[in-house]
């Protein structure tokens, strides 16, 4: 087994453990992601639906704030599992803020709970994402 894969297998056994703290009553769907900064810090969350369905949160943004707060300003790498059989991907908002914390060639793993696993990087799953340079918005 290569490093790459025994990584992914300790990140895959977290995140199947993370699964059953989703807060998932509406869609019945537990998702639960794994963010890796380029600082070598791994950051985790899990979706939580609320009744006021556009309040909810996603997995990945839960576990982008987390890396936020913890001061990662840079992922690398992210991981997806749910509850699904295969493999999922992430929302388009989601791949939004992916995009925006991502150094070139983020990685998004996706664990199926099949045991497969497949990679995209946030390029292409977001062809011509966007930025802004905080430095060049205009504030009043």
């Not at 996706?110 to 990087?121: F, H, N, P």
Request: aromatic share 4%.
């Amino acid at each position: 087994m290569t490093d790459a894969a025994q990584i992914t297998g300790k990140i895959a056994d977290k995140l199947r453990a993370l699964l059953p703290r989703a807060h998932a009553p509406y869609s019945g769907v537990q998702v639960a992601c794994a963010v890796q900064g380029a600082d070598g810090t791994t950051h985790l969350g899990v979706n939580v639906e609320n009744a006021a369905y556009p309040q909810g949160l996603c997995a990945e943004a839960s576990a982008i704030a987390a890396a936020v707060t913890g001061g990662t300003a840079a992922l690398t790498r992210v991981y997806l599992a749910s509850s699904l059989p295969g493999p999922i991907w992430p929302c388009g908002g989601c791949r939004q803020k992916i995009f925006e914390f991502a150094a070139e060639g983020c990685e998004v793993v996706s664990l199926g709970a099949d045991g497969a696993v497949e990679r995209q990087t946030i390029e292409q799953l977001l062809p011509l994402g966007f930025r802004l340079d905080p430095a060049r918005v205009r504030r009043a």
